[in-house]
């Protein structure tokens, strides 16, 4: 059962929609997947058609009792996909609860590690992170067997993701080695000659973590979650595409099915002739980039 955060201090790169996507891919394939929300945002809460919870993860961390998560566990409000999608939803008020976290001198750091011991009869575990490094994402990392970081093909991108990875690589000092950094999914990559070129930087920043297919800005992409659907059950230009995407991730990070992470064991290098096949511009002249062209394709507008 691997725990999974994904991660980025970055507002708005898709973590939530890689949550979701994973899940999505995960389900489709039978497994039983648990989604925990650590975003007072709740943006994968209501991603997985949960509105007004009873019960959400702020209880449980102000609990800090070992096992305290199993009572905050609902189904989520999707589709049957082959396997099911559960949830722990969250709520604007886990933005005091991080606060109150700060003056805990004990557990400021491992709350959700605590609440989430004994938990069993899942195939697979996402925390959704917030955009900070603060203690809900420290929670998370604590909890988490292994990170995947999302980014965007976007100037700093490289930077911010140096950032999450330092403090990822800090905190696997202190617990024996996890997380591990399972890889990079780069996300919301257009069709431009400005996406290409910052997506081949990261890539040329971190061959041997960022994984394969980067996921497309396709409208289809952003409906799924506002409509409170998974990407696997549109049927929509982009939806297939989209789908297909994330069951490639899917299986990429599932050892099982002979993916594996990129850290752990053989190092996974980007192919640059599969990034090719799912990434036409991948081709482009670096120098005649100097300028990125800042054209858009209208489904990217
Ligand atoms: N591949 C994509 N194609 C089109 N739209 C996308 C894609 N990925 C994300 N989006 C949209 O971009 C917005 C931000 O995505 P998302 O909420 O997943 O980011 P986030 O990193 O979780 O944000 P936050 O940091 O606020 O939690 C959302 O409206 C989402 O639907
Ligand atoms: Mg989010």
């Not at 959700?112 to 998370?140: K, Q, R």
């Not at 299986?251 to 002739?273: E, I, K, T, V, Y």
Request: aromatic residues 4%.
């Amino acid at each position: 059962m691997p725990v999974t955060a994904v991660v980025n201090q970055k507002g708005g790169v898709g973590k939530t929609t890689v949550v979701l996507g994973l899940a999505a891919a995960s389900a489709a394939r039978g497994r039983s997947v648990l989604v925990v929300d650590m975003d007072p945002q709740a943006n994968a809460t209501t991603g997985l058609g949960v509105f007004d919870p009873a019960v959400t993860v702020d209880q449980v961390l102000g609990r800090d009792e070992p096992g305290a998560l199993r009572d905050a566990v609902q189904s989520s409000g999707w589709p049957a996909l082959g396997g099911r999608v559960d949830l722990v939803p969250s709520a604007p008020s886990l933005a005091q609860r991080e606060l109150q976290l700060a003056t805990d001198v004990i557990g400021a750091q491992d709350r959700l590690a605590v609440a989430m011991s004994g938990l069993t009869g899942y195939d697979d575990v996402f925390i959704d992170c917030p955009p900070s490094l603060g203690l809900l994402t420290v929670n998370a990392l604590f909890a988490a067997d292994r990170v995947v970081v999302v980014a965007e093909p976007a100037a700093w991108s490289v930077d911010g993701v140096e950032q999450i990875l330092r403090n990822t690589r800090r905190i696997a000092e202190r617990r024996g080695g996890r997380p591990e950094i399972a890889g990079i999914v780069v996300n919301r990559v257009g069709r431009t000659r400005d996406a290409s070129y910052w997506y081949l930087e990261l890539r040329d920043a971190y061959p041997d973590l960022v994984l394969q297919p980067p996921v497309r800005l396709r409208a289809a992409v952003a409906e799924a979650s506002a409509g409170s659907q998974p990407v696997h059950a549109l049927t929509r230009g982009g939806a297939t595409e989209a789908a297909e995407q994330f069951d490639r991730l899917s299986r990429q990070l599932d050892p099982a099915s002979g993916g594996g992470s990129a850290a752990g064991g053989a190092p996974h290098r980007a192919d640059p002739a599969q990034g090719r096949d799912v990434h036409p511009d991948d081709h482009v002249d670096r120098g005649a980039l100097a300028v990125p062209a800042m054209t858009s394709a209208p489904w990217e507008r």
